[in-house]
């Protein structure tokens, strides 16, 4: 890039400022991930809109690293966001405003220029895939209080909610990463994100076994309530949410937001009515989303920018996505219904197979309907087996 060029993009994008931070710290921005220098302040030339940010430190060895911590932040144009590194917490906090504005006209002033290192555009049209329905309403909605997202604080949070054996092995995966080295846990950060809570199972009175059976097979109802009660409507809130949760699964490493991205998935493959009749245009966009989330956490042999020796996608590896788990289940179902439906959408048509080709090729998984007893859940399978309760009144559980 010609001086002249990059220095547009300094002076109109926006500037993280990184105060004292130690060294051999890892940081990411997006899907960017840096190893921390003597001279490193910050990064530059960050286009305008929502980014994630996150950082683990590394001991004095450098062999044993904290958990990952991330936030979101949504950049104004010029705009210029400071976080200084407490010692005693060891983490990256807010300054006051005075310093914050005395600090961010000195990197309007160039004078932490040579300190500030570039955020790499070349890369920044993967994440505007992964991120193009995050806007800052959805993440003044879902982010906890202060902002800090790291499954050191979650344990008490996800504890008792159902999982899956390939679960228990993320869980224990995390856990015993070269990021999670013990840690003590802040009791007054614990609180977790404000997800929209989405019900495995409808459970109403009146209603006969095979009403009640046909009404958890089929979730376009419940899609359709919450959509109402939850979004106010709105199908981009409910897409912007999966892509929250999905980046602060993978980015930072969270327990809870791999549930919540889960919980919102399998919402919206288990439904066979609303792709069709009331929500082709919710579907498309889903099923858009999930391939470019899918594309980029299925890569292999990534290069971590700066030498960073480490991968962000290392939790969706092959076993991950074995072919008994919850996804491959709810993809196959879903494929299978698309491709033998007389009426569909042809825009969900070509994205519901570019979705089945990568999962082919990424993963060899198949989906073709091999015997009778394809489709039927077990008792034993996992959460998604349809359970039928009677309450005083409708109720979503």
Known sequence: MDPETALEFVKHGAALLLLDVPQYTLLGIDTQMFTVGPAFKGI?????????????????????????????????????????????????VKVSEEEEERFSQAVKSLEFDRHLGPYNLSQYGEWKRLSNYLTKNVIDRIEPIGGEITVATESVMVKNSPKTAMEKALEEQLRTSKF??????????????????IPHVIKCKGMNGEELTSLNLDKTELLES?????????????????????????????????????????????????????RSQLFIKFIKVMYYQLKYGLQKDREETNGAAVGVSTLLDESWFSADSFLHRLCKDFILLVQDASVVDGDLLTWTRNLKELLETSLG?????????????????????????????TSYN
């Open 365 to 393: 998984w198949e989906f073709q309907q091999n015997s009778a007893v394809d489709g039927i859940y077990f008792e034993d399978d996992d959460e998604y087996a349809p359970v039928v309760e009677m309450m005083d009144d």
């Open 44 to 92: 530059k030339m960050i286009p305008p809109g929502p980014h994630f940010v996150y950082y683990s430190s590394s001991s004095r060895s450098g062999k044993e690293f904290s958990p990952i911590t991330g936030f979101f932040i949504h950049a104004g144009p010029s705009e210029v966001i400071v976080r200084q590194w407490d010692q005693q917490e060891e983490r990256l």
């Open 226 to 278: 919450i959509l109402m009660k939850d979004y106010g409507g709105s199908e981009d809130l409910l897409i912007g949410e999966l892509q929250f949760a999905y980046i602060a699964f993978l980015m930072g490493q969270s327990l809870e937001a791999f549930l919540q991205w889960k919980a919102l998935v399998s919402l919206i493959l288990g439904c066979t009515e609303a792709p069709f009749h009331t």
């Open 180 to 197: 999670s080295a013990s840690a003590s846990v802040d009791k007054s950060r614990k609180r977790g994100c404000y997800y929209t809570k």
